[in-house]
T-cell receptor, first 114, second 113 residues
Framework: AQSVTQLGSHVSVSEGALVLLRCNYSSSVPPYLFWYVQYPNQGLQLLLKYTSAATLVKGINGFEAEFKKSETSFHLTKPSAHMSDAAEYFCAVSEERAGTALIFGKGTTLSVSS | DGGITQSPKYLFRKEGQNVTLSCEQNLNHDAMYWYRQDPGQGLRLIYYSQIVNDFQKGDIAEGYSVSREKKESFPLTVTSAQKNPTAFYLC????????????FGPGTRLTVL
């Protein structure tokens, strides 16, 4: 069965610092992996998606994530945090077969201080 | 503009009442989903539909019902059997079921008084 674990429910960084949000997955077949961002009282917006092409995936707003099969990880990074990055981030996994929905992690709230 | 709309944004309900949350999409997507979001719990799947007139239960379907009579619409009814319905409800759609990108609506916050 698929599952997603996001390490750290809350991460705090200073403006300009590196952002690192951790995601580990469990899947019996090659997975599809997603990172979504949610601002308060809004829906989710796709940041980036891994679909078995390049292992380093670039997304919107300067975010990127690297798929590491040996570590079953898909951590999200951004070199320099901006105040506008403060939000909740969700990692999700799906498998390449019909009838499957996304399985979401419990989310990580990112705080950015000036 | 293409997208997903949910209404109402805020909904208040008395205990024992059924309420229906609306979800409409004009993206011509085949698949639609309903999620429930509680603080610290992430998103949990309630129901999903891969095609008109067909839907499947998700992880927490008890106390909820859905219909999919039209491709663009996937309403969710929260029944009086749902023991703790206060939550943020998110609707999503994707081109097909499976690993496609899901696009989300703005959500409906339901509060039971």
């Amino acid at each position: 069965a698929q599952s997603v674990t996001q390490l750290g429910s809350h991460v705090s960084v200073s403006e300009g610092a590196l952002v690192l949000l951790r995601c580990n997955y469990s899947s019996s077949v090659p997975p599809y992996l997603f990172w979504y961002v949610q601002y308060p009282n809004q829906g989710l917006q796709l940041l980036l998606k891994y679909t078995s092409a390049a292992t380093l995936v670039k997304g919107i707003n300067g975010f990127e994530a690297e798929f590491k099969k040996s570590e079953t990880s898909f951590h999200l990074t951004k070199p320099s945090a901006h105040m506008s990055d403060a939000a909740e981030y969700f990692c999700a996994v799906s498998e390449e077969r019909a009838g499957t929905a996304l399985i979401f992690g419990k989310g990580t709230t990112l705080s950015v201080s000036s | 503009d293409g997208g997903i709309t949910q209404s109402p944004k805020y909904l208040f309900r008395k205990e024992g009442q059924n309420v229906t949350l609306s979800c409409e999409q004009n993206l011509n997507h085949d698949a639609m989903y309903w999620y429930r979001q509680d603080p610290g719990q992430g998103l949990r799947l309630i129901y999903y539909s891969q095609i008109v007139n067909d839907f499947q239960k998700g992880d927490i379907a008890e106390g909820y019902s859905v219909s999919r009579e039209k491709k663009e619409s996937f309403p969710l009814t929260v029944t009086s059997a749902q023991k703790n319905p206060t939550a943020f409800y998110l609707c999503a759609s994707s081109q097909t079921g499976g690993p496609d990108t899901q696009y989300f609506g703005p959500g409906t916050r339901l509060t039971v008084l």
